[in-house]
C-alpha cells in the first residue's frame, strides 16, 4: 500500500512535500519520503544548469550530469539522487506503477532516497535536469527485475542519511526529516 502525504512542518522544513512510499514487493521504495522542494531555484538566464550544478556542490553533492528523466521505472540503490529543474515541466510518478504522479517544474527540487523508484511520464527531455548524488557517490541502475532483490534491499539498508541537504545545507531540509 502507498500512502502520499503532505507535511508542512516547522521552518526548517516549510513548504517541503515529504512523499512516503512504501515496499510494492518489486520496488522496494524507503523508510525516508521523497521530498518536493517547490519553486526553491532561482534559476538565472545564463547557464542555469551550471548554477544549479555548483549549489548542490557547495552542499557536497556531485557526481553531477545534465539531461532529462528516464520514461521508465529505475531506482538506485547504493545512494540518494537530488534532481534539480532548471527548465521545462513534467508530470513524474514515483514508487512503480500505480505510485503517486508528481507536477515538476522548473525551479523545483526533487529529492529521491535509495530505493525509490521514479519515472517521467512525460517525454525524456522534456526538463532538464541536473542530478547530482551525496558525496559524489556513484549510482547503479535498477529496474524491478526479478533477482535484483535482496541484494538492493541489503545496500539501501548501507546508505547513510547525507551529511547535507542539497539545497539548504546543514540544519534544515532533509537534515532534520530524515533523522
Given at each position: 500500500?502507498r500512502?502520499?502525504f503532505r507535511?508542512?512542518m516547522?521552518?526548517?522544513?516549510?513548504?517541503?512535500?515529504?512523499?512516503?512510499l512504501q515496499?510494492d514487493?518489486?520496488?522496494?521504495?524507503?523508510r525516508?519520503p521523497?521530498?518536493?522542494?517547490?519553486?526553491?531555484?532561482d534559476i538565472?538566464?545564463?547557464?542555469?544548469?551550471t548554477?544549479?550544478?555548483?549549489?548542490?556542490?557547495?552542499?557536497?553533492?556531485?557526481n553531477s550530469?545534465?539531461?532529462?528523466?528516464?520514461?521508465?521505472?529505475?531506482?538506485?540503490?547504493?545512494?540518494h539522487?537530488v534532481?534539480?529543474?532548471?527548465?521545462?515541466?513534467t508530470?513524474?510518478?514515483?514508487?512503480?506503477?500505480?505510485?503517486?504522479?508528481?507536477?515538476?517544474?522548473?525551479?523545483d527540487v526533487?529529492?529521491?532516497?535509495?530505493?525509490?523508484?521514479?519515472?517521467n511520464?512525460?517525454?525524456?527531455?522534456?526538463?532538464?535536469?541536473?542530478?547530482a548524488?551525496?558525496g559524489?557517490?556513484?549510482?547503479d541502475?535498477n529496474y524491478?527485475k526479478?533477482g535484483?532483490?535482496?541484494?538492493?534491499?541489503e545496500?539501501?539498508k548501507?546508505?547513510?542519511?547525507?551529511?547535507?541537504?542539497?539545497?539548504?545545507?546543514?540544519d534544515?531540509g532533509?537534515?532534520?526529516?530524515?533523522?
Open positions: 500500500m500512502r502520499l507535511m508542512y516547522e521552518p526548517q522544513t516549510a513548504n517541503i512535500e515529504q512523499i512516503v515496499d514487493g518489486i520496488f522496494p521504495n524507503s525516508y521523497a521530498l518536493l522542494y517547490k519553486g526553491v531555484l538565472p538566464v545564463l547557464f542555469p544548469a548554477h544549479v550544478k555548483h549549489l548542490f556542490e557547495k552542499h557536497g553533492w556531485s550530469w545534465d539531461a532529462g528523466i528516464f520514461e521508465y521505472h529505475h531506482y538506485h540503490s547504493v545512494t539522487e534532481l534539480g529543474i532548471y527548465k521545462g515541466r508530470k513524474v510518478q514515483l514508487g512503480g506503477p500505480g505510485g503517486p504522479q508528481l507536477f515538476i517544474e522548473k525551479g526533487l529529492v529521491i532516497p535509495a530505493g525509490v523508484a521514479h519515472k511520464l512525460g517525454p525524456e527531455n522534456s526538463v532538464g535536469v541536473v542530478g548524488y551525496p559524489g557517490r556513484d549510482y541502475m524491478g526479478p535484483e532483490r535482496p541484494r538492493t534491499d545496500n539501501i548501507k546508505v547513510p542519511v547525507p551529511s547535507n541537504d542539497p539545497v539548504f545545507g546543514r534544515k532533509l537534515f532534520n526529516i530524515w533523522k
